[in-house]
């Protein structure tokens, strides 16, 4: 059941659920089923006992009951619905092992509240999105799913085979966000000023799909694509209203953009995995992770 199904990581630390209350949402306006998906260890501290067996059973007992409730309540609006229940150290990578090659349609999980100073590496959201193959979206707020505010960013200048596949990957979720969810599309390059194709005009905007340049684009060579309003507008197959440019640091113009709208949803990227790679995870979506207020929902 698990092609295109939505999974939902349950927060073992939280009484409420955002994540699934997103995820049931999205699942009755799509039907879409719905996986539902807990890690456990004796760090859960909602049963007293000594670090045993019988200990250890008790405490999966208790989410394996909490999962039954969550699955009662969405099959009782008609959602297929699964469990699955473990019991691993490290979440991140329990998460990462149970979606393996079963092609969930996104990951939904409640997000924590991130500081660049407290950051670890078995605690924190990023640490999924480096290892996660699927989509994953952190959510922070139990606003309505249906006509959202969504921005996403794309890096349209990029040359390299793995951005374009990137871009064209971000681009279908957001006409999925526009077509499934009747969300509010528009379009935003943010570029530094060597690479400006100036814009022909301005327009307002409700919500913005970003293509963005790297910050060091500039000194990559001689050599810079140009981006301008025509070429957003066919990539995109978006009319003049919904295409803007912005010149100014990708992060700093999402920002910006994002509290001005107060969207509901961005949409980022990465291509980052491990080791250096993992180092330079979203210049743009790490960046973002640790200061958005609003959902985040991340493809690899």
């Known amino acids: 059941m698990h092609k295109n199904a939505l999974m939902v990581v349950i927060d073992p630390t939280r009484e409420s659920q955002p994540a ?13 089923k719905l996986h539902l998906f807990a ?20 405490i999966l007992a208790h989410y394996r009951k909490l999962l039954q409730n969550l699955q009662q309540r969405a ?9 699955e229940l473990v019991w691993q150290q490290n979440w991140q990578q329990a998460v990462v092992d149970a979606t393996g090659n079963r092609n969930f349609h996104m990951i939904f999980k409640t997000s924590q509240v991130h500081k660049l100073a407290e950051r670890s590496d078995t605690t924190a959201d990023w640490a999924l999105l480096r290892a996660s193959t699927c989509p994953v979206l952190l959510m922070h707020h139990n606003s309505s799913w249906a006509n959202r505010r969504v921005l996403a960013a794309i890096n ?18 957001a006409h999925s966000f526009q077509n499934e969810y009747g969300a ?4 935003v390059n943010a570029i530094n000023r060597e690479t400006t194709a100036h814009p022909s005009g ?9 293509c963005v340049l790297p910050a060091d684009f500039a000194d990559r060579g001689s050599k810079k694509p140009q981006v301008s309003e025509t070429m957003l ?6 009319d003049a209203a919904h295409i803007h440019l912005q010149q100014g640091d990708p992060v700093d113009v999402i920002l910006a953009e994002a509290e001005k709208l107060a969207a509901d949803l961005i949409i ?33």
């Open 39 to 58: 890690c456990v260890n004796f760090d859960a501290g909602v049963i007293d006992g000594a670090h045993d067996e019988a200990h250890q059973q008790a």
């Open 202 to 210: 301005t327009e307002d905007d409700e919500d913005l799909l970003f």
């Open 20 to 32: 699934f209350e997103h995820a049931l949402q999205s699942a009755k306006m799509t039907s879409r």
């Open 184 to 187: 509010d599309v528009h379009y």
């Open 268 to 300: 980022a990227g990465t291509i980052a995995r491990t080791g250096i790679k993992g180092r330079i995870l979203g210049n743009t979506a790490e960046k973002l992770l640790d200061r958005i207020h609003c959902d985040l929902l991340v493809l690899t």
């Open 75 to 83: 099959e009782s609006f008609a959602v297929e619905t699964s469990i």
């Open 233 to 238: 507008r066919q990539h995109c197959a978006a």
């Open 156 to 173: 349209l200048a990029s040359e390299d085979e793995a951005h374009q596949l990137l871009n064209e990957k971000i681009l279908a979720m």
